[in-house]
């Protein structure tokens, strides 16, 4: 009979799609954390950097980690922990609540049973904070479609991103223009981390000559 993973590992793959939803919006500062960390082999880091889409490097990143074993796992786990990601990242406070580090082996079918009570406290399609409510992706998709092709000014002028992650942005979604519209959301979100409230982002697309029909984006303002 094989032997059951570690409790690391178990939770990094429990976890996994909703680490990659995450990270995601910043793939390349995980993985020069992850790197300084020495939890990717040098081929590893390589594969992982060339990698075009975020999405695909934070997965390829994950499942890197998960076969170097749970000495990997663990620091993973515990780098995703820091200051600095949870600060970037404020959708992995829910990791603070987990003991990481000391899940045995024959636990982990009742940590996976009990990891979704703790992916509804922060759902991972819920991005930024309206109040004490979370703003939603389909919320974001809605303003992203919204969006036309002046997308770039709107970013630089009205949401303060620099033109070089908006160039990284659209090199990253070449084919869909509102992927890339979302993305630039989705990234205003991290920069804004607490104050990316739904009010927030309506005043600001509501400014100047860039500013887009209020019936697109009133929805931003409802309660309910």
């Given at each position: 009979?094989?032997?059951?993973?570690?409790?690391?590992?178990?939770?990094?793959?429990?976890?996994?799609?909703?680490?990659?939803?995450i990270?995601?919006?910043?793939?390349?500062?995980v993985?020069?954390?992850?790197d300084?960390?020495?939890?990717?082999?040098?081929?590893g880091?390589?594969q992982?950097?060339?990698?075009?889409?975020?999405?695909?490097?934070?997965?390829?990143?994950?499942?890197?980690?998960?076969?170097?074993?749970?000495?990997?796992?663990?620091?993973?786990l515990?780098?995703?922990?820091?200051?600095?990601?949870?600060?970037?990242?404020?959708?992995?406070?829910?990791?603070?609540?987990?003991?990481?580090?000391?899940i045995?082996?024959?636990?982990?079918?009742?940590?996976?049973?009990?990891?979704?009570?703790?992916?509804?406290?922060t759902?991972?399609?819920?991005?930024?904070?309206?109040?004490?409510?979370?703003?939603?992706?389909?919320?974001?998709?809605?303003?992203?479609?919204?969006?036309?092709?002046?997308?770039?000014?709107?970013?630089?002028?009205?949401?303060?991103?620099?033109?070089?992650?908006?160039?990284?942005?659209?090199?990253?979604?070449?084919?869909?223009?509102?992927d890339?519209?979302?993305?630039?959301?989705?990234?205003?979100?991290?920069?804004?981390?607490?104050?990316?409230?739904?009010?927030?982002?309506h005043?600001?697309l509501?400014?100047?000559?860039?500013?887009?029909?209020?019936?697109?984006?009133d929805?931003?303002?409802?309660?309910?």
């Open positions: 009979m094989a032997e059951e993973p570690a409790g690391e590992i178990q939770l990094l793959r429990s976890l996994k799609a909703k680490l990659i939803d990270l995601s919006a910043d793939a390349d500062f993985l020069q954390h992850a300084s960390r020495l939890l990717l082999s040098p081929h880091y390589k992982v950097k060339a990698l075009p889409v975020p999405s695909e490097q934070v997965r390829d990143l994950l499942d890197h980690v998960i076969q170097r074993g749970p000495e990997a796992a663990q620091g993973l515990q780098l995703l922990k820091h200051k600095d990601l949870q600060d970037t990242f404020p959708l992995l406070a829910f990791l603070k609540d987990l003991q990481v580090n000391t045995p082996a024959g636990e982990t079918t009742r940590k996976r049973k009990t990891a979704p009570e703790s992916e509804e406290t759902p991972s399609k819920q991005i930024c904070k309206n109040g004490s409510r979370l703003l939603k992706e389909k919320q974001l998709m809605l303003v992203a479609g919204a969006i036309g092709r002046s997308w770039r000014e709107i970013g630089i002028l009205a949401l303060s991103i620099p033109s070089v992650k908006l160039e990284q942005i659209e090199e990253d979604y070449p084919n869909s223009h509102v890339r519209v979302f993305a630039m959301l989705r990234y205003w979100c991290t920069l804004q981390r607490k104050n990316a409230t739904a009010a927030q982002l005043s600001l509501s400014r100047g000559d860039r500013a887009l029909p209020p019936e697109s984006i929805f931003l303002l409802e309660t309910s």
